[in-house]
């Protein structure tokens, strides 16, 4: 069986799927995992296509201490227990900075030029390249390809792009970036097929996850994202502030004489609901809690997201249809009734039942129609990495006849 590996790494873990390749280049999904308490209680996880468990054993911690050691753990078991031998391997990579604007095949070359945006995402790119680098180095046959959270926003406009400041800073790369964009690429590729009607129209598409974004979308392509120049800016999530008056820093740096690295911790892993209510970053957790800070969160939540669809509604110039998405998008109810709620301005009224039992459409007849669609980034990197395989091996063929 031709097989599709997709790997996702962070910091204390690595998520894994294998997608089988038929004969006319269908994808489907064979095995999901993950490598998680990488350094601390390493554990691999796994299940089949129908969410039967396939593996579930913990490691002593000196056999996964790092990253890599993960991946080559869950690459020995793919290979050996399960007989996958991937044709390629398909990477999540957060920032793919002004140069990239799809997915690449990796060679050392690309590799050392996404490290120098490792700064631009220092809690994600560091551990996303690291499994590139070390099949690189063991397996330097295997093709890689390195699919980017910032390729889909890339042809936005220059008024959407740039900062105001001095324009030499845009060239260096300082500029609107936008996240999230697998998954907001896997939603513009499957509206035409499940809402064609709206498809060519203008949507916003609120990903809500622990991370959280927002995307404008017209006809399938994004013209604005709530991110910016790194995953810090737009909606409050889950450890993360999103849009704060640079002022804040400024005042972190001179009166808590914080340094660069202390603020960047900060606004990393301290802020955003966590920082909040001072109880969870999980919305479900803040959600079944009685306290009043666990309430504020979740209102402050609600309140940025519905600010963020009025400017985007903006940008758009008026909107067509919105999409919910990610784990709170997908999942609660009650986010998505509040959220709909502030924004009956922009013609939203959502069906309390519809939404209840979570349907693809959740608003009324006759309003403007909202739906929840579970995000699929992974099927996105496995479709990218499969047509880089196919037209490496077309040019290989093509130039096999030429000669
Ligand atoms: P993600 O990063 O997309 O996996 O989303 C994680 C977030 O989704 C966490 O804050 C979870 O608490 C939240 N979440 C998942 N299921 C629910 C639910 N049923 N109600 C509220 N939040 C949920």
């Given amino acids: 069986m031709d097989t599709i590996l997709v790997v996702n790494a962070g910091s ?34 796994a299940s089949g296509a129908a969410g039967d468990k396939l593996a579930d054993r913990a490691y002593p911690i000196q056999n996964i201490q790092d990253v890599p050691a993960a991946l080559r753990v869950a690459g020995e078991w793919l290979r050996d227990e ?29 590799v050392s030029r996404l490290d120098r945006y490792s700064m631009l995402a220092p809690l994600h790119q560091p551990h996303n390249l690291a499994p590139i680098r070390s099949l690189l180095a063991n397996f330097p046959s295997l093709p890689q390809v390195a699919c980017f959270d910032t390729a889909f926003h890339r042809d936005h406009d220059d008024v959407a792009d740039y900062y105001a400041i ?32 709206i498809a060519s129209g203008r949507v916003i598409v609120a990903h809500l996850g622990s991370g959280a974004s927002m995307c404008a ?30 002022g804040v820093l400024l005042y972190l740096a001179s009166t ?5 690295s202390e603020v960047q911790d900060f606004l990393y892993r301290e802020c955003g609901l966590k920082g909040l209510s001072g109880i969870s970053n999980d919305m479900r957790e803040l959600q079944s809690s009685g306290e009043p800070e666990a309430a504020f969160a979740v209102e402050y939540f609600v309140y940025r997201a519905a600010l963020n669809a009025g400017m985007l509604a903006a940008a758009l110039q008026g909107v067509d249809a919105f999409v919910f998405t990610a784990g709170i998008g997908e999942n609660s109810v009650s986010i998505r009734a509040r959220i709909a709620e502030r924004l009956g301005w922009l013609g939203v009224d959502l069906d309390p039942l519809e939404n209840g039992r979570h349907a693809f459409q959740i608003s009324r007849a006759g309003t403007t129609p909202v739906y929840v669609i579970p995000t699929d980034e992974e099927l996105m990197i496995a479709q990218h990495t499969l047509s880089l395989l196919w037209s490496r091996y077309s040019s290989a063929k093509t130039r096999e006849q030429v000669s």
Avoid: C, W
């Fill in 12 to 45: 204390s873990s690595v998520k894994f799927q294998v997608f089988a390749v038929d004969n006319d280049g269908r994808l489907s999904r064979q095995i999901k995992g993950q490598v998680d308490g990488v350094g601390s209680r390493p554990r691999l996880r």
């Fill in 82 to 110: 399960q007989q996958v031998v991937p044709l390629a391997v398909g990477h999540r990579v957060v920032h793919g900075g002004p140069d990239y604007d799809r997915s690449v095949l990796v060679d050392h070359n690309v």
């Fill in 166 to 197: 001095p324009r030499r800073l845009h060239a260096e790369g300082v500029r609107r970036y936008g996240f999230h964009g697998l998954s907001y690429e896997y939603i513009a590729k499957t509206l035409p097929k499940v809402a064609p009607e």
């Fill in 217 to 246: 979308l017209r006809g399938g392509r994004s013209v604005e994202s709530t991110m910016g120049f790194t995953a810090l800016d737009g909606l409050p999530m889950g450890t993360r502030p999103g849009q704060i008056d640079p």
């Fill in 256 to 260: 808590k004489g914080m340094s660069a």
